[in-house]
């Protein structure tokens, strides 16, 4: 190597090229003249020959000076120019022993130790010495010496591992494989801390460096590395233990993280001078506190710098869903209101934007992959939901029903114990003289050990029907002995019932805080959320209730562990078990990687900065030179930079020279853009083709849903569902068009055509009122469809089903029974036959009964609720609306017209005075829709007396 002062060349013998500029210069001064273009006639070609000699012109002096660098930049960059050359040498002419502590500490510089580990490579290459890499926290046997090229191949895959060396077993190892060898050049690249051992180790690497030299690097003390541990306990204070292995003063940050990466807060801490640890204190609110996975030094990249929670503070993810719409609901009455407050502290709670019970269902459980799933006032759930839970709840997963008027009609298979049709009320059949206590809570409860406020009382609640065995167990019990809260066992997970609402309609237990204690503790039962799809949500779920969980006896095996970067990972190959009662004294180490350990639902964190961890600062090596990491890296190579200027030089040289020889340039030039021209307009006419081609289907799909939307939003609608008979589908059709004629005529509402929907794939959103004509030879409903019909009815929609069976047999007979087969699985409400107090009866017109083309058929609707607040609720949510309505008198046959507004079906008995009626009931119930419960306000009821002559 040859130096100029701070510069240096690898190769520089190469530039007595430089010498040949002046040859270069000779050679490239001329260029050829310019071709010329003349018109003439071919005789003028033997008048104007001259006899004389041609010379070629000379090239301009700036391009032979632009060459001229050209060839300089070439012959320097050969010479392979460097900044900083290192141009020291190891002592001795033995092999380069390369000893690296790649443990924990190394990771927050690791980048700066690999430039060093590099550079004493290429120091160790450049005197022609074979390398022996060694790192401290392998357990890999020690080989031979290697060529440099062969090392640096190594290297690239050395990274830190997240446990500390072990240089006993490492002293050992290498007396072992390099006993009676000595004259290395043994250069150790130290993480500063003092592990132990440390002078017997560095007493074997003295004596390999005999005839040689033993050379330290040691990190600089801004460099040191730091750890973080959990302070010991200071009650419902968040605060992390910073150590240091230098003494301070040092400062920073301590960051408080979710299980995903989200920060929660930051704490300063600040090691003072002569000190080695220090405090940092999160002033946070107990509600943020508990979300709190893992506590990381700020800008430290490592698995000391991380320190994991386990169980007493990892969050849950918790799925709510409820029947009626959100947007609707007062917020204070809402049934999700309290259990969202009651949990948010201390879970991450989900609430799915979607109105279908089902979709959302299988939302929390595929995408958001909760651990517990609130329903509150569901009653049927479709098959196919219902599989869908059973198993999520097989692998773990916790379902919290609550109760309400839906549950009342006996529920589904969904339920700890089976329920009694009704329920139990203060002033109902099943009635109580008074509210309702709590009982103190039994031992074998999860709930033993918490406070029974003595305001708490209950009104009303579900009973378990005493008719069916019960093997469920009773968490929670009335003053009376009847149950409050029931649980059972499903595969791995848990179904429990609250036998009251969500709410305070039927008690005030939501308003206690009891109520919080007691949905943590059930959503404790599960595990919280491990390795999600793409592994980023982390952390291992919360311990089970000790009273429900018995402590693990057997091995905790890996679930996930940190890798030497302080990053959750999955659990290396070598990772063990350890045993239960071996966790507290495990230190990490390859066989046990710092992270979680145990099943899911009991996961524990092992951690390489315990309680009582302190960092000691690595003694000086006696013999051994120590140096900072960054008086040993790389020169700074300036060969590519150099090569690419003269990359840039020659574009220059190019475009020079089509400058000079601008008329062939330019034709050329044109003759490719003409080309190209003819490839874009070639392509331009094929690709359109070609894209419309492959886009007409998905346009066409997107266009026929369009296209129905916009029908039937621009104008109200009546709408009929398409039954896949002909002459039923006609005759909805046409009776639905009567009745919008009479509406147009009668009313202030103007509706449209009506329209038929395909009831499996139509949105059912734009319409207020389906008309649903029921076949004789109906069939049972998918899973996808009833969960769609059921989310438009709880959502405000209203369904008129007729059984056009009044002539033959009453409600209940034939038709009765196919209505049964097509809706018995959805969550229906109690009904009852329209009462004559009910909206219905005086939404437009005052009726008293709803005849059709037969007459005699009840009307049934949805039950009144005896509760006033229930009756309220209900008004908030569906304006008074029942969802349901079932007729068997054959609406559609006698409001059906022709064009010239003649019916088209007769009527019996009441011929047309029954039309008349049919007509008016047809108008009541579109009325009913579109307006709910406003004739029922007390500011019409002197209207309605005068017009009823009272």
Do not use: C
């Not at 009376?480 to 059972?488: E, F, N, Q, S």
């Not at 939003?713 to 068009?737: F, H, M, N, P």
Request: net charge negative.
């Amino acid at each position: 190597m040859m130096t100029l002062g701070p510069l240096g060349f690898m190769q520089p013998w190469v530039l007595l090229a430089l010498a040949a500029l002046p040859l270069i210069w000779w050679l490239l001064r001329f260029t050829p003249p310019s071709p010329k273009m003349v018109e003439f006639p071919p005789t003028r070609l033997l008048k104007e020959l001259k006899p004389t000699e041609e010379t070629p012109a000379r090239s301009p002096w700036w391009l032979t000076l632009l060459r001229m660098l050209l060839a300089a930049l070439l012959i320097l960059a050969l010479a392979r120019p460097v900044i900083n050359p290192d141009q020291e040498r190891f002592a001795g002419s033995g092999p380069l022993l390369l000893v690296v502590d790649n443990g924990w500490a190394s990771a927050a510089y690791w980048d700066a130790r690999r430039e060093a580990i590099a550079a004493a490579i290429d120091r160790a290459d450049r005197d022609g010495r074979a390398v022996l890499l060694v790192p401290t926290a392998s357990t890999e046997e020690i080989g031979e010496p290697l060529p440099a090229d062969a090392v640096r191949e190594r290297i690239a895959g050395l990274l830190p591992q997240p446990f500390a060396p072990n240089r006993e077993k490492l002293a050992a190892t290498m007396e072992e494989a390099l006993k009676d060898k000595s004259g290395y050049a043994v250069v150790w690249l130290t993480d500063g801390l003092d592990y132990g051992h440390t002078e017997h180790f560095s007493t074997w690497l003295g004596k390999l460096a005999e005839g040689g030299s033993l050379t330290v690097l040691k990190p600089d003390p801004q460099e040191a590395a730091l750890g973080v541990g959990q302070a010991r306990g200071e009650s419902g204070v968040l605060a992390g233990r910073v150590v240091s292995g230098v003494k301070g003063p040092l400062t920073g940050n301590v960051r408080a993280l979710t299980a995903r990466g989200e920060p929660l807060g930051e704490a300063p801490f600040a090691i003072k001078s002569g000190e080695t640890e220090a405090i940092a204190r999160f002033d946070l609110p107990l509600e943020i506190r508990n979300q709190v996975s893992r506590l990381q030094i700020k800008s430290q990249r490592s698995a000391g710098a991380v320190h994991l929670l386990d169980a007493q503070s990892q969050w849950h993810r918790v799925g709510i869903v409820s029947g009626e719409s959100r947007e609707e609901a007062q917020p204070l009455l809402s049934p999700l209101y309290y259990v969202e407050r009651a949990l948010t502290p201390y879970a991450d709670i989900i609430t799915p934007s979607e109105r279908n019970v089902s979709t959302a269902v299988n939302d929390l459980i595929e995408k958001q992959r909760v651990s517990t799933i609130v329903l509150a006032d569901i009653g049927k759930l479709v098959p196919a939901t219902q599989e869908e839970l059973e198993t999520w709840l097989d692998k773990g997963g916790v379902l919290i029903r609550f109760a309400g008027p839906r549950l009342e009609q006996g529920g589904d298979e969904l339920l700890p114990v089976a329920l009694r049709r009704g329920g139990r009320s203060l002033g109902g059949a099943l009635s109580w003289g008074t509210p309702q206590k709590l009982s103190p809570f039994e031992d074998k409860s999860p709930f033993s050990g918490l406070d029974v406020p003595e305001d708490v009382r209950v009104n009303r609640q579900v009973l378990a029907d005493p008719a069916v065995a019960m093997d469920a167990e009773v968490w929670a019990t009335l003053a009376d002995g009847t149950p409050l809260v029931t649980a059972k066992r499903h595969g791995e997970g848990w179904i429990v019932l609250f036998h009251v609402t969500a709410n305070s309609d039927w008690s005030n237990l939501p308003l206690s805080g009891l109520f919080v204690q007691m949905l943590r503790q059930t959503i404790a039962l599960g595990p919280s959320q491990v390795g999600a799809a793409g592994g980023e949500d982390g952390a291992p779920g919360e311990a089970a209730s000790p009273g429900l969980r018995n402590a693990a006896t057997t091995a905790l095996a890996p679930i996930q562990t940190l890798d030497g970067f302080g990053q959750l990972v999955p659990p290396p190959l070598r990772a063990a078990p350890i045993a239960p009662d071996q966790f507290d004294k495990t230190v990490a180490d390859p066989d046990h990687p710092p992270g979680y350990y145990g099943p899911s639902g009991q996961a524990r964190a092992l951690n390489i900065v315990k309680i009582d961890t302190k960092l000691q600062p690595l003694p000086d090596v006696a013999g051994a030179s120590t140096v900072g990491f960054y008086t040993l890296r790389k020169p700074f190579a300036l060969e590519p930079w150099l090569y690419l200027t003269a990359l840039g030089l020659f574009a220059l040289d190019i475009l020079a020279v089509l400058a000079l020889s601008a008329g062939l340039g330019f034709r050329r030039h044109h003759g490719a853009a003409a080309a190209i021209a003819v490839a874009v307009a070639l392509g331009a006419a094929a690709f359109p083709h070609v894209a419309k081609a492959a886009d007409t289907p998905a346009a066409a799909t997107g266009s026929e849903a369009d296209d129905f939307g916009l029908r039937a939003s621009l104008k109200t609608r009546l709408a009929y569902v398409l039954t896949g008979d002909a002459e039923i589908d006609r005759t909805s059709e046409e009776g639905l068009w009567g009745l919008s004629k009479v509406l147009g005529a009668r009313t202030a509402l103007e509706p449209g055509a009506p329209m038929g929907v395909d009831i499996e794939k139509d949105d059912l959103s734009f319409f207020p009122v389906l008309y649903w004509p029921v076949r004789e030879d109906a069939e049972p409903l998918s899973d996808e469809t009833l969960a769609r019909i059921d989310a438009y009815m709880k959502q405000g929609g209203m369904i008129v089903f007729d059984t056009r069976d009044q002539e033959r047999v009453a409600y209940g007979g034939s038709q009765g029974k196919a209505l049964n087969r097509l809706i018995g699985r959805l969550d229906i409400p109690a009904l009852e036959p329209v009462p004559g107090n009910h909206v219905l009866t005086r939404s437009f017109y005052l009726m008293n009964s709803f005849p059709g083309r037969w007459d005699g058929g009840s009307l049934w609707v949805e039950a009144e609720p005896a509760d006033e607040t229930e009756r309220s609720e209900r008004s908030r949510r569906t304006d008074g609306v029942s969802s349901v309505v079932i007729t068997s008198n054959d609406f559609a046959s006698a409001w059906a017209l022709d064009e010239a507004n003649r019916p088209l079906f007769p009527v019996v008995p009441g011929g047309e005075v029954q039309r008349e009626m049919a007509f008016r009931a047809g108008v009541n119930l579109v009325m009913y829709a579109l307006t709910g419960n406003y004739k029922a306000d007390q500011v019409h009821v002197p209207a309605l007396l005068e017009r009823l002559g009272q």
